[in-house]
């Protein structure tokens, strides 16, 4: 079966993907209604805010680099390496997660990641968070400093790369989360089932949250609340690539800042 694509991309980075398009055509339809699958060309960042817009739609996602390190991007260089078929990718189902975002005001704001749910203030700021799980093993964690993280599997080479290393990384196909402190103490890094997690913060200064980054933010919090979901996004990646090698391997040189 002939797949046909929709194609979401980044003018700048993705020109010649857009000169693909129209001198190849590609199978391109120029409707979601008619698509068997989306396309992404650039960066990290295009795919997460393509994931966030289209998601709904139940449609695979197929990913071609044009941006830095592309951590969940197919490499291609030319029109021919184009896949035709579903045949010819393999696919990875994603969850997404829940955060649910209590402000000072007692007003819940709701939000869906991709990546990661993220609570904490400006580098200055000394925050205490009280951290529970739902699940019976879960420690309950007191800890103080900056913020708190928690990251999906493939999320764990994005913001939480940047800040707790490459300890962060998970295998796209691992079950668990990672929850890891931004500057605090003691560290609450470790890797823990899907499960409701709350999140209290107690400080002197505003304590914001944040759902895959700005786009998704709530200011003045004083809890977060983090649940899995059923909610999946499909990415399609070539096959003869392994991406948890592939993977490892870009975020070692994004951590020696190579």
Same mark, same amino acid.
């Given at each position: 079966?002939?797949?046909?694509?929709?194609?979401?991309?980044?003018?700048?980075?993705?020109?010649?993907?857009?000169?693909?398009?129209?001198?190849?055509?590609?199978?391109?339809?120029?409707?979601?209604?008619?698509?068997?699958?989306?396309?992404?060309?650039?960066?990290?960042?295009?795919?997460?805010?393509?994931?966030?817009?289209?998601?709904?739609?139940?449609?695979?996602?197929?990913?071609?680099?044009?941006?830095?390190?592309?951590?969940?991007?197919?490499?291609?260089?030319?029109?021919?390496?184009?896949?035709?078929?579903?045949?010819?990718?393999?696919?990875?189902?994603?969850?997404?997660?829940?955060?649910?975002? @209590?402000?000072?005001?007692? #007003?819940?704001? +709701?939000? *869906?990641? $991709?990546?990661?749910?993220?609570?904490?203030? !400006?580098?200055?700021?000394?925050?205490?968070?009280?951290?529970?799980?739902?699940?019976?093993?879960?420690?309950?964690?007191?800890?103080?400093?900056?913020?708190?993280?928690?990251?999906?599997?493939?999320?764990?080479?994005?913001?939480?790369?940047?800040?707790?290393?490459?300890?962060?990384?998970?295998?796209?196909?691992?079950?668990?989360?990672?929850?890891?402190?931004?500057?605090?103490?003691?560290?609450?890094?470790?890797?823990?089932?899907?499960?409701?997690?709350?999140?209290?913060?107690?400080?002197?200064?505003?304590?914001?949250?944040?759902?895959?980054?700005?786009?998704?933010?709530?200011?003045?919090?004083?809890?977060? @609340?983090?649940?899995?979901? #059923?909610?999946? +996004?499909? *990415?399609? $990646?070539?096959?003869?690539?392994?991406?948890? !090698?592939?993977?490892?391997?870009?975020?070692?040189?994004?951590?020696?800042?190579?």
């Amino acid at each position: 079966m002939i797949m046909r694509i929709f194609f979401e991309t980044d003018e700048k980075k993705a020109f010649d993907v857009k000169e693909w398009i129209e001198k190849k055509k590609l199978n391109a339809v120029e409707n979601l209604e008619s698509a068997d699958a989306i396309c992404v060309a650039g960066g990290d960042g295009r795919l997460l805010h393509s994931i966030h817009k289209y998601w709904k739609y139940k449609l695979p996602f197929i990913g071609i680099n044009r941006g830095t390190a592309g951590f969940l991007l197919n490499p291609m260089d030319k029109p021919e390496e184009f896949p035709t078929s579903f045949e010819e990718l393999s696919w990875t189902s994603l969850k997404l997660i829940r955060g649910e975002f @209590i402000t000072q005001e007692e #007003e819940s704001k +709701v939000f *869906l990641a $991709f990546n990661d749910i993220f609570c904490g203030g !400006s580098i200055a700021d000394f925050i205490t968070f009280y951290i529970n799980g739902e699940l019976n093993y879960f420690p309950q964690r007191e800890v103080r400093g900056n913020g708190i993280v928690v990251s999906t599997a493939q999320g764990s080479t994005g913001f939480v790369l940047n800040a707790r290393g490459t300890a962060a990384l998970l295998p796209l196909d691992s079950k668990n989360w990672f929850i890891g402190g931004i500057a605090t103490g003691p560290y609450p890094c470790d890797q823990v089932s899907p499960q409701r997690i709350i999140i209290e913060v107690r400080s002197r200064n505003p304590v914001h949250g944040y759902a895959d980054g700005y786009s998704q933010e709530v200011k003045d919090i004083k809890k977060v @609340i983090v649940a899995p979901t #059923e909610h999946t +996004v499909t *990415l399609g $990646f070539f096959p003869d690539i392994d991406f948890v !090698s592939r993977r490892t391997e870009l975020a070692q040189k994004q951590e020696r800042g190579k």
